[in-house]
């Protein structure tokens, strides 16, 4: 019996037709579980191009699950030590502002040691050795935190500064010819933090006369000091000078107030009433010793060339004129103090942020 023999075209076309029905079920499988194809090439097998896959509708997709959302455990945060201590410190500034300011301020003019020397024009008094223990006594005796000086030259100012303990501005700072208007202060109490001066005509010459700015260790406060000395007499020369004197002091203080600090002014003024007229009203001071300027100028009834004033907002209390120095011949002038209470930063300057 003749053997049969199949068409070898057809047995191609029979190949091919079995590997698309494969394909149709692998692919049906995969749609069937979720997994789109957007498009299949295949290549051809035998020669004949296998159909075209992606010619097919392509099954919907499913909904996309959505990513769960990130979650975050609430952690406390610990300040870190520095923050605390910041933060401790930025309070006990706040707390400390809040609190007046509270101490003695005086001035003393403690006639220079070259009056009483040989040759000097106050030959009734005694030498500067026997006089400056005397000047310190009395300033430890008022109780004193700040007082501004004038002529106290090295030698004095050498043995006021070691019997007190107090510190000097400018002391020797402008040279050992210009001690003369040198501020002492309690260290213990105040702490420097800058110093200048600005000159006045002081008998034919021009002298520096001091500027320094303290800080308060209590309160962290800080507050600007002026002392001054003027030309004396009564010629046209010399009351020109301390009239120029005043004007440059007035200037010079509202300048400084214009920082909003207080400010304070001490200084042998050799001026009384005409000091009082000429500086508080321009300034808006007031005076330890007294007086008014709200209607007119009305100068306290007694009053010493030497003074002790500060910027509006400063009260003074236990004024005191001591005459000791003069009666036991220490010096030709009085010792002058008070106590000045500043008001807390917040009263002192309203307008302030």
């Known amino acids: 019996m003749p053997g049969r023999h199949r068409d070898p075209r057809s047995m191609r076309a029979g190949r091919s037709l079995t590997v698309a029905v494969v394909l149709s079920l692998v692919l049906t499988a995969l749609v069937g579980g979720g997994i789109a194809l957007t498009r299949v090439d295949l290549p051809s097998i035998g020669g004949d191009a296998v159909t075209d896959l992606a010619a097919a ?5 499913a909904a996309a699950t959505p990513e769960p959302a990130r ?167 010399d009351t020109a000078s301390r009239i120029a004197g005043h004007l440059t002091g007035a200037e010079q203080v509202n300048r400084l107030m214009a920082t909003g600090l207080p400010v304070f002014l001490t200084g042998d003024m050799n001026d009384r009433a005409e000091f009082f007229c000429r500086v508080i009203p321009r300034t808006g001071m007031v005076a330890a010793v007294g007086g008014s300027t709200a209607n007119g100028c009305a100068p306290p009834a007694r009053m010493p060339v030497d003074w002790v004033v500060a910027s509006p907002g400063v009260s003074f209390s236990d004024y005191w004129l001591d005459e000791t120095p003069v009666n036991r011949r220490i010096s030709d002038h009085f010792l002058v103090s008070a106590r000045a209470t500043v008001p807390p930063a917040a009263e002192a300057d309203p307008t302030e942020d």
């Not at 509708?57 to 997709?61: D, G, H, I, Q, T």
Request: avoid cysteine; proline fraction near 8%.
């Open 71 to 237: 979650i975050v455990s609430g952690v406390r945060l610990r300040p870190t030590p520095q923050a605390l201590r910041r933060a401790r410190m930025a309070a006990r500034a706040e707390r400390l502002a809040s609190l007046p300011v509270t101490f003695v301020l005086a001035t003393f003019n403690v006639l220079g040691s070259n009056h009483t020397a040989p040759g000097g024009d106050r030959r009734k008094f005694p030498p500067a050795s026997a006089r400056t223990p005397q000047a310190a006594a009395l300033i430890r005796q008022h109780g004193v935190s700040v007082v501004g000086l004038q002529e106290v030259k090295p030698d004095q100012l050498t043995t006021l500064q070691r019997l007190t303990g107090f510190a000097a501005y400018p002391g020797f700072a402008f040279g050992s010819k210009e001690t003369d208007n040198s501020i002492l202060y309690d260290t213990s109490r105040f702490e420097f933090v800058s110093g200048t001066s600005f000159p006045v005509v002081f008998e034919s010459r021009a002298r520096p006369q001091t500027v320094l700015r303290l800080r308060d260790r209590a309160t962290g406060r800080e507050m600007y000091f002026v002392n001054m000395h003027v030309s004396a007499g009564h010629d046209a020369r």
């Open 57 to 61: 509708p392509a099954a919907p997709k």
